[in-house]
Nanobody, 113 residues
């Protein structure tokens, strides 16, 4: 059973930045496609960004140009740098691999003035 622990969320004003981290209890990010998801209140969980073994990256259109996914395989950690945040980015953010290995508790991001 792999444990995923997300951190780095918080309250930020529109236009601000946050850097999320996700640590895995064992080495999985070097084996599988790694992804960040988010779930806003009353909405389904959506895929935000992915990075594969070869570090090819894809973003949801809503975050492209503002968010950056990266990973450090040696630290079993994946990151999500979020810039130019908007109120519609407010959600709980989760990391996982594809296929999913189970979900962590997520980290809350709230963008509000």
């Amino acid at each position: 059973q792999v444990q995923l622990v997300e951190s780095g969320g918080g309250l930020v004003q529109p236009g601000g930045s946050l850097r999320l981290s996700c640590a895995a209890s064992r080495s999985i990010f070097s084996i599988y496609v790694t992804a960040w998801y988010r779930q806003a209140p009353g909405k389904q969980r959506e895929l935000v960004a992915t990075i594969n073994i070869g570090s090819n990256i894809n973003y949801a259109p809503s975050v492209k140009g503002r968010f950056t996914i990266s990973k450090d395989n040696a630290k079993n950690t994946v990151y999500l740098q979020m810039n130019s945040l908007k109120p519609e980015d407010t959600a709980i953010y989760y990391c996982n691999v594809i296929p999913n290995v189970g979900w962590g508790q997520g980290t809350q991001v709230t963008v509000s003035s």
